[in-house]
């Protein structure tokens, strides 16, 4: 079975931290492009981070760039997010997805495994 669990999510103040963890089981992780997505109640899924395998490279919504980091541990077989700053506004359900050949801008059919989501509450 393969499988993607993220964890690391809260209730955390305007300007606080969160690190979220996404775990892969079954599969591994060193050959994937790992994603990270969230959706806000109303609003659509969007791209937050991605960090690529051939490379390591990794890219950013405008909207997160300078706040949040990306980063990943081969030996633990796990992708984290740094989220630093936080705002309300990146209140949303954060999901990290898995594609082997998926490049910055692709579609989220372009992945091909997806974790359960766990939820980020930013609020006073």
């Known amino acids: 079975q393969l499988q993607l669990v993220e964890s690391g999510g809260g209730l955390v103040q305007p300007g606080g931290s969160l690190r979220l963890s996404c775990v892969a089981s079954?599969?591994?992780?060193?050959?994937?492009?790992i994603g990270w997505f969230r959706q806000a109640s109303g609003k659509e899924r969007e791209g937050v981070a991605l960090i690529l395998r051939s490379d390591g490279s990794t890219y950013y919504a405008d909207s997160v760039k300078g706040r949040f980091t990306i980063s990943r541990d081969n030996a633990k077989n796990t992708v984290y997010l740094q989220m630093n700053s936080l705002k309300p506004e990146d209140t949303a359900v954060y999901t990290c997805a898995a594609g082997a050949g998926v490049l910055w801008g692709d579609s989220t059919g372009t992945y091909d495994y997806w974790g359960q989501g766990t939820q980020v509450t930013v609020s006073s």
């Open positions: 079954g599969f591994t992780l060193d050959y994937y492009a």
